[in-house]
T-cell receptor, first 115, second 114 residues
Framework: GAVVSQHPSRVICKSGTSVKIECRSL??????MFWYRQFPKKSLMLMAT?????????EQGVEKDKFLINHASLTLSTLTVTSAHPEDSSFYIC???????????FGEGSWLTVV | AQSVTQLDSHVSVSEGTPVLLRCNYS??????LFWYVQHPNKGLQLLLK??????LVKGINGFEAEFKKSETSFHLTKPSAHMSDAAEYFC????????????FGTGTRLKVLA
């Protein structure tokens, strides 16, 4: 089946630095990818929709300058958390839309800890 | 706008007994509905999905769900719980027209007692 890979699976960074998380569709092309955030013991909240070759569409309340999304190719979207702070620590998960209706594949997620 | 409500934040069952996880949805369009499972410190795994075909949907690991439009419900059931079913379960709605954005419910944590 289709696979979506996220890297890194876990990352620890210092406060004030930036960290990049990659989301790759391994065996299909994904014109649309989605980025979610999950707070501890909470549900997943959609952050933004990433479209290949165009600007991402951010959900209300998500700081686009803080969470930079780039979808430069049909198989890769990246989320960069800029000037990270401890409150950015969270589980970030991406999904990619494949061909056909309602074919969405999720990555394994990335744990970010900002110290 | 779409939304889902998971009526129970925690459910405990004994091993071998039935599981019922409740989900109600709201959607302006004909919805697509999904159930995902998340084991501790893991990603999401699709259990099953409803996309306007048969109202009774069978998924993996013995789970099934029934789409009831009159009740706006999509409850997840399993005849006999297994210890490995202990996890967080999310009910998800997606519009079949538009962006395919997923709206997650708040989750139900299933505990299986030996």
């Amino acid at each position: 089946g289709a696979v979506v890979s996220q890297h890194p699976s876990r990352v620890i960074c210092k406060s004030g630095t930036s960290v990049k998380i990659e989301c790759r569709s391994l065996d299909f092309q994904a014109t649309t990818m989605f980025w979610y955030r999950q707070f501890p013991k909470k549900s997943l909240m959609l952050m933004a929709t990433s479209n290949e070759g165009s600007k991402a569409t951010y959900e209300q309340g998500v700081e686009k300058d803080k969470f930079l999304i780039n979808h430069a190719s049909l198989t890769l979207s990246t989320l960069t958390v800029t000037s990270a702070h401890p409150e950015d620590s969270s589980f970030y998960i991406c999904s990619a839309r494949g061909a056909g209706p309602n074919t969405i594949y999720f990555g394994e997620g990335s744990w970010l800890t900002v110290v | 706008a779409q939304s889902v409500t998971q009526l129970d934040s925690h459910v405990s069952v004994s091993e071998g007994t039935p599981v019922l996880l409740r989900c109600n949805y709201s959607s302006s369009y004909s919805p697509s509905l999904f159930w995902y499972v998340q084991h501790p410190n893991k990603g999401l795994q699709l259990l099953l999905k409803y996309t306007s075909a048969a109202t009774l949907v069978k998924g993996i690991n013995g789970f099934e769900a029934e789409f009831k439009k009159s009740e706006t419900s999509f409850h997840l059931t399993k005849p006999s719980a297994h210890m490995s079913d202990a996890a967080e379960y999310f009910c998800v709605v997606s519009s079949t027209s538009g962006t395919y954005k997923y709206i997650f419910g708040t989750g139900t944590r299933l505990k299986v007692l030996a």
